[in-house]
């Protein structure tokens, strides 16, 4: 995925630490999560843990309820044991968590896909050890493209057409079709779907992408409509291009959603209409700047296109002959690494289809810096461990996790163990996937596996697991949490955490007035039940804070006693003192 995480991304050398915010009453007016909560009291002492403990307790504890798979995945009998049951460290420590009568809309599911993807895993596991001393001939199957040339070999040529895609789509994988559009159904689709489960004998839809033609008789209006389908909730809301509605200046990782081209002339078209019934007054200048119908819509009966659509962070892009048409945000729970298949319906004609920029894991055979990157070994009992980095990833971002390892993760301080960094890795729908991850795991002993399927939505409880292991597993002076597409300055950070109180320190990107998102239609929607008051206390953007281990240890009690509530903002994970 990635993470399209709008929040503001940190990319390459920027240091993440703008702001320093404290519970601490240096500063004096800046207001403290107990003060929102307590506006009326006075505050006598306002120095760290005091401050937070203080807080009252949620007026209704939630229980604990039975949720399918937690059984199976918190099954000790299952459990690898020693070295390899290194990533499941701080999944051991989780169950509290997800089994609450509160959790998160998304857990069950995620929990239930969860016990399937470790059976699977499990099972390849144990194959695969049974095969160890014969040489493993490894069946590296995620590949870095995947290309359809002959219909009649990725393409079956019976209508459904599925050109698979090994191991999910990353930010910037692509697929490219170069097809005609025959006439003889009134357009065409492009569908991206999901896998296929047991439970639901229909593959979600991440993203249909169908194309309307005028047809023989030009009865239709030329539009491309995008949309979403899942077994349980059917087609989502349809967005068309052109829109001929109010038009729509959201943006999609900065691109239009609708190609203003195409709505102009759409419009055009309509006064000039000469196949539609419609009467209207013309503008003679109009006609004569668009002397051909629909000339600006990308696709035509008979005519070759070349259409790429690509992941981006926030949604998906399509650019047909070289100019950007479309965008399409990604919906909850339909993100890009779910797509298993690329499916191609209607009147069209296909010469080529490619899907290039996929996940591919490292070679762990061929890789010679194993060695150097490999974590160092981190004692429990360890007092030299000043901070813990869990990093937030998920679980085909191969590339990326190398990435950091080969750069940051090679910090003096990172080698030598005053600074340990965890990637944070919910598993995967794919079998294939969470193999991979499951070897990397073990050659660079860096990951902890969650269990959980990795949707977006569940991130917040990755932010609990990293404070789990930053107190029960690895205590650690200080706690961070960053995304697996930043460049962290470890030494930076070090030399900022020294002059700064070890209690009650929150420090990043602070917001201190920010506001709930209370528009129905908006997709960040936040409800009075969900956060009843008028703005937010004082919280950090994800792509980088750091908390000092009296507030991890406050998170993860007010968790085991099912005091503190979790609510899921803005592309960010807040943890509410409720
Ligand atoms: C404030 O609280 C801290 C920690 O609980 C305590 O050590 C300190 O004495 C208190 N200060 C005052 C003025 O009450
Ligand atoms: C764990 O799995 C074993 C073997 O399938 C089963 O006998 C046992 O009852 C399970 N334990 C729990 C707590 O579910
Ligand atoms: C994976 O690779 C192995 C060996 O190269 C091959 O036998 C197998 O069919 C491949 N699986 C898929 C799904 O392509
Ligand atoms: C296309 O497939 C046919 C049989 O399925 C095969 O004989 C032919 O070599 C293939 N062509 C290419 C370009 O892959
Ligand atoms: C694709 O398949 C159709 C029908 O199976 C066939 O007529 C056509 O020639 C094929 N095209 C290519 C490029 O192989
Ligand atoms: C298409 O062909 C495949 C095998 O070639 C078959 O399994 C599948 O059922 C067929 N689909 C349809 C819709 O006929
Ligand atoms: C198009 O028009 C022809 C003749 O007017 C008619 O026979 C045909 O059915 C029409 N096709 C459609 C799709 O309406
Ligand atoms: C065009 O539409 C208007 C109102 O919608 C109507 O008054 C007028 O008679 C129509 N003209 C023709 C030529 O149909
Ligand atoms: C036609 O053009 C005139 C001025 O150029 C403009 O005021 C009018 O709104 C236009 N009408 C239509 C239907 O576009």
């Not at 995945?73 to 989780?94: D, I, R, V």
């Not at 070090?494 to 506001?515: A, E, H, Q, R």
Request: hydrophobic fraction near 35%; proline fraction near 5%.
């Amino acid at each position: 995925m990635k993470k399209w995480t709008g929040g503001g991304l940190i990319i390459g050398l920027a240091c993440i630490l703008l702001v320093s915010y404290s519970f601490i009453q240096k500063q004096p007016r800046k207001q403290s999560s107990y003060e929102f909560f307590h506006p009326n009291e006075e505050i006598a002492n306002l120095s760290g843990v005091s401050v937070v403990t203080k807080v009252e307790k949620l007026q209704k504890r939630p229980h604990l309820v039975k949720v399918n798979g937690l059984d199976y995945l918190f099954n000790s009998t299952y459990m690898p044991k020693e070295e390899e049951a290194k990533p499941l460290l701080a999944w051991g420590q989780m169950r509290l968590l997800l089994s609450r009568s509160d959790s998160l809309p998304e857990t069950a599911q995620g929990i239930k896909e969860a016990a399937l993807a470790w059976k699977e895993l499990r099972s390849i596991i144990s194959k695969n050890r049974a095969l160890k001393f014969v040489r493993n001939k490894n069946e590296r199957n995620c590949s870095y493209s995947v290309s359809g040339v002959n219909n009649s070999t990725l393409f079956s040529s019976n209508g459904s057409n599925i050109l698979e895609i090994p191991c999910g789509l990353i930010h910037d994988s692509s697929i490219t079709i170069i097809a005609i559009p025959d006439g003889k159904q009134d357009g065409f689709g492009i569908e991206f779907v999901g896998s296929e489960g047991k439970e639901e004998p229909n593959p979600p839809v991440i993203l249909h992408y169908n194309v309307v033609l005028p047809g023989d008789n030009f009865t239709k209006d030329p539009v491309i409509a995008q949309n979403t389908w899942t077994y349980d909730f059917g087609w989502g809301k349809e967005e068309r291009c052109p829109n001929h509605g109010s038009p729509n200046n959201a943006k999609v990782d900065g691109l239009v959603k609708c190609n203003e081209q195409l709505t102009r002339s759409a419009m055009d078209e309509n006064s000039n209409s000469k196949h539609l019934s419609v009467n209207k007054s013309t503008n003679a200048s109009d006609v004569n700047n668009h002397n051909h119908v629909g000339s600006n819509f990308p696709f035509m009966d008979g005519s070759l296109f070349t259409a790429t659509i690509w992941a981006g962070e926030e949604g998906f892009h399509a650019t047909v002959n070289g100019r950007h048409e479309t965008s399409f945000a990604y919906r909850e729970k339909l993100e890009p690494w779910l797509v298993s298949g690329v499916r191609v319906k209607g009147g069209l004609h296909i010469i080529s289809a490619l899907a290039k920029g996929l996940p591919v894991s490292e070679n762990l055979d061929m890789a010679m810096d194993l060695e150097d990157l490999k974590a160092p070994l981190i004692s429990n009992k360890s007092k030299r461990l000043v901070l813990l980095i869990g990093v937030f990833s998920s679980g085909n971002n191969f590339e990326r996790r190398m990435a950091l390892r080969r750069s940051w993760m090679k910090y003096e301080a990172v080698r030598s163990g005053v600074v340990a960094v965890r990637f944070f890795i919910g598993l995967h729908k794919n079998k294939q996937v969470n193999f991979e991850l499951w070897k990397e795991a073990q050659a660079y002993q860096d990951v902890q596996l969650m269990p959980f399927v990795d949707y977006y939505s569940l991130l917040t409880l990755k932010t609990i697991a990293i404070c789990i292991m930053g107190t029960k597993i690895f205590p650690a002076k200080y706690i961070m949490k960053t995304d697996d597409d930043a460049f962290v300055r470890v030494d930076e950070i070090l030399i900022s955490l020294k002059s700064k109180n070890p209690d009650g320190l929150l420090y990043g990107m602070v917001s201190l007035d920010s506001k709930p998102q209370r528009d129905k239609d908006n997709k960040w929607y936040i409800s009075p039940e969900e956060w009843p008051h008028e703005s937010y206390p004082p919280w950090a953007h994800g792509p980088g804070y750091v908390i000092s281990r009296d507030i991890a240890k406050f998170i993860v009690r007010g968790h085991q006693e099912r005091n503190l509530k979790v609510i899921f903002l803005q592309f960010s994970s807040l943890l509410m003192i409720y």
